[in-house]
């Protein structure tokens, strides 16, 4: 189970109090939806607040059907693109060893880590600064010898990683640890994952 700093707890508690939704709270701290319903379930919104969250809520249901259709059109799109492979590379890696709630993939193995970035750089146009690494490594390990690794794999700046150390999990066989890639505000990213998903299926299903 991971375990958030009392900082990320009470600034989760302060936003919720000025009308932040649940799924904002999601995507802004990058805290599953289970452990945010848990802090935030006796939290009372302040009054001037109040009229914000429940307009988000009557339109939230509107703008993510709508943002469901965007994703399907897209994953059409790009299925018919000169990428078709590398997505459907990627689309099965994801179905695998994905958040199937935020926009997170994580793995022990760099060629997958690499390719993984490869694609949502050169085919999805992620930005740089929407990615954000994490190191989890455990006892035993280098902490320089496995951030020099990982860096090396993502192209990013060592000094961007986030590093967890002995915060859960086994170490198993990995020699470098596991390294996590979230997309910052990957809403729309994991609609359009779950989307190539669903059409790859259909169509492999099909041609059975």
């Given at each position: 189970?991971?375990?958030?700093?009392?900082?990320?707890?009470k600034e989760?508690?302060?936003l919720?109090?000025r009308?932040?939704?649940?799924?904002?709270?999601?995507?802004k701290l990058?805290?599953?939806?289970?452990?945010v319903?848990?802090?935030i379930?006796?939290?009372?919104?302040?009054?001037?607040?109040?009229p914000?969250?429940?307009?988000?809520?009557?339109?939230?249901?509107?703008?993510?059907?709508?943002n469901?259709?965007?994703?399907?059109?897209?994953?059409?799109?790009?299925?018919?693109?000169?990428?078709?492979?590398?997505?459907?590379?990627?689309?099965?890696?994801?179905?695998?060893?994905?958040?199937?709630?935020?926009?997170?993939?994580i793995n022990?193995?760099?060629?997958?880590?690499?390719?993984?970035?490869?694609?949502?750089?050169k085919?999805?146009?992620?930005?740089e600064?929407?990615?954000?690494?994490t190191?989890?490594?455990?006892?035993?390990?280098?902490?320089?010898?496995?951030?020099?690794?990982?860096?090396?794999?993502?192209?990013?700046?060592k000094?961007k990683?986030?590093?967890?150390?002995?915060?859960?999990?086994?170490?198993?066989r990995?020699?470098?640890?596991?390294c996590?890639?979230?997309?910052?505000?990957?809403?729309?990213?994991?609609?359009?994952?779950?989307?190539?998903?669903?059409?790859?299926?259909?169509?492999?299903m099909?041609?059975?």
């Amino acid at each position: 189970m991971r375990v958030h700093s009392a900082e990320k707890i009470k600034e989760l508690k302060k936003l919720r109090k000025r009308g932040y939704s649940i799924n904002e709270l999601v995507e802004k701290l990058l805290i599953p939806r289970t452990t945010v319903w848990h802090h935030i379930r006796n939290v009372k919104i302040l009054p001037k607040y109040l009229p914000i969250l429940n307009a988000k809520r009557g339109g939230s249901a509107k703008l993510k059907q709508k943002n469901w259709e965007i994703a399907r059109i897209k994953a059409q799109e790009l299925l018919k693109s000169p990428n078709k492979n590398f997505l459907i590379a990627i689309t099965m890696l994801y179905w695998g060893e994905g958040s199937k709630k935020v926009c997170e993939f994580i793995n022990s193995d760099g060629k997958m880590i690499k390719l993984y970035l490869t694609v949502l750089r050169k085919t999805f146009n992620i930005p740089e600064k929407d990615i954000k690494p994490t190191m989890r490594i455990f006892s035993g390990m280098d902490k320089k010898e496995c951030l020099n690794y990982w860096s090396h794999i993502t192209k990013i700046s060592k000094d961007k990683f986030l590093v967890r150390f002995n915060d859960g999990g086994k170490r198993g066989r990995t020699k470098y640890g596991m390294c996590r890639i979230t997309i910052k505000k990957g809403s729309n990213v994991l609609k359009l994952m779950h989307s190539l998903r669903d059409q790859i299926f259909e169509k492999i299903m099909k041609e059975i």
